[in-house]
Every structure is written in C-alpha cells, then in structure tokens.
T-cell receptor, first 110, second 113 residues
Framework: TQLLEQSPQFLSIQEGENLTVYCNSSSVFSSLQWYRQEPGEGPVLLVTVVTGGEVKKLKRLTFQFGDARKDSSLHITAAQPGDTGLYLCAGGTSYGKLTFGQGTILTVHP | GAVVSQHPSWVICKSGTSVKIECRSLDFQATTMFWYRQFPKQSLMLMATSNEGSKATYEQGVEKDKFLINHASLTLSTLTVTSAHPEDSSFYIC?????????FGSGTRLTVV
C-alpha cells in the first residue's frame, strides 16, 4: 500500500506570512497532484508534477517534486485570506488510482 | 474541460433506507469512476473503483453489499448506500480520469437520521 504523509495537518497564520506544506512517501509516484478543496465542494486541481526535480509556479504558489519522485512541497508566499481551505496532495500510479495525503487545513487570518 | 456532474448535492434520509448518488460525465466518456468518502476536516478515502460494464473493485474494509456501485454506461456511475445508518453520514465524492487528468464531482453530503 502506498502512503503519503502530509504535514502539517493544521496551519493558522496571519495574512502576508509564507508557508510550506509537505508530502512525503517511501514509494515512487508517476505523478503528484495538489488540490484545494472548499467546504461542501469537490477538490479542485492546482497543479500536476510528473518529472523528478520539477518546479512549477502558479502566481504565489510554488510546487516542487522531489528528485526521486517520492516527495513534494507546496509553498505559498504572502498568504491571503482567500487562500484559506483544505490542501490535498495526491500521488498517481500507473494503474490510475490516486493516493491522497491526510490534508492540510490552512486558515489565513486578515 | 471535462465535467463530472454529481447529484444530489445533499440528502437526508432515515435509518434503514437506501440512497442513490449519481455521477455523470457530461462531455466525455468515463470508462473508470472512483468513489471516495470524506469525513469532516479529513482527506479523501477511496472506497471503490467502478469500470464500465464490469464489477466494481472495492478497497479493503469497504462492504460491497452495503455500497452498491453500478457503472452501466460510459457516462453514468451510481453509488447506492443500502440500509443506511447514522455512521454512514459523510461526504461522498466521485472522480473520473480524463484527458485533462482527474475530474471530481461536487460531492454529496449524506446525513442519516
């Protein structure tokens, strides 16, 4: 069974601060995805990384995929209250299943 | 982009009754649909994988007789929670693989009273 350890589980910060969320595994994934989920809605894809060492930027969000494709991080610069939500990492396998991390509940206070 | 339409958004039912949740792929054919369960402030847990025209594959610990999955066409997969009990109250989400990656339904909040 492939597991993804996501940390921290809870993050409460002030507007303007930076933060990093981590996803680690002992298994290799063919791809790793990051999602953001609002209460009562389905997850929305933020980014997919597939190449070891890959770095992708989406405005104030920076995503990294580890060289060995076993870990990933999400860094948010100058967080805003609108960034509040549940962030999920998910590892993809060759047979189509997604393995989700435990999730990080981010709260950004104005 | 690919859209998965999930209905109902929320449902309240009495203990002992059955509830059907539908997921439709609107502009693509979904050969495979994944069904997840999510408790408040927790991550998604895969319950089962449904494949069009064949039996669903259930994850360990998920009762196949309680959570009936039907994927009779390339655009419709259903999850029926049979003889629901309060502990079945949860947020259920479907997901399909598309050319754009994984697309999720908007979820169904099930409350069993």
């Amino acid at each position: 069974t492939q597991l993804l350890e996501q940390s921290p589980q809870f993050l409460s910060i002030q507007e303007g601060e930076n933060l990093t969320v981590y996803c680690n595994s002992s298994s290799v994934f063919s791809s790793l995805q990051w999602y953001r989920q609002e209460p009562g809605e389905g997850p929305v894809l933020l980014v997919t990384v597939v190449t070891g060492g890959e770095v992708k930027k989406l405005k104030r969000l920076t995503f990294q995929f580890g060289d060995a494709r076993k870990d990933s991080s999400l860094h948010i610069t100058a967080a805003q209250p609108g960034d509040t939500g549940l962030y999920l990492c998910a590892g993809g396998t060759s047979y189509g299943k997604l393995t989700f991390g435990q999730g990080t509940i981010l709260t950004v206070h104005p | 982009g690919a859209v998965v339409s999930q209905h109902p958004s929320w449902v309240i039912c009495k203990s002992g009754t059955s509830v059907k949740i539908e997921c439709r792929s609107l502009d693509f054919q979904a050969t495979t649909m994944f069904w997840y369960r999510q408790f408040p402030k927790q991550s998604l847990m895969l319950m089962a994988t449904s494949n069009e025209g064949s039996k669903a594959t259930y994850e360990q610990g998920v009762e196949k007789d309680k959570f009936l999955i039907n994927h009779a066409s390339l655009t419709l997969s259903t999850l029926t929670v049979t003889s629901a009990h309060p502990e079945d109250s949860s947020f259920y989400i479907c997901s399909a693989v598309t050319n754009y990656g994984y697309t999720f339904g908007s979820g169904t909040r099930l409350t069993v009273v």
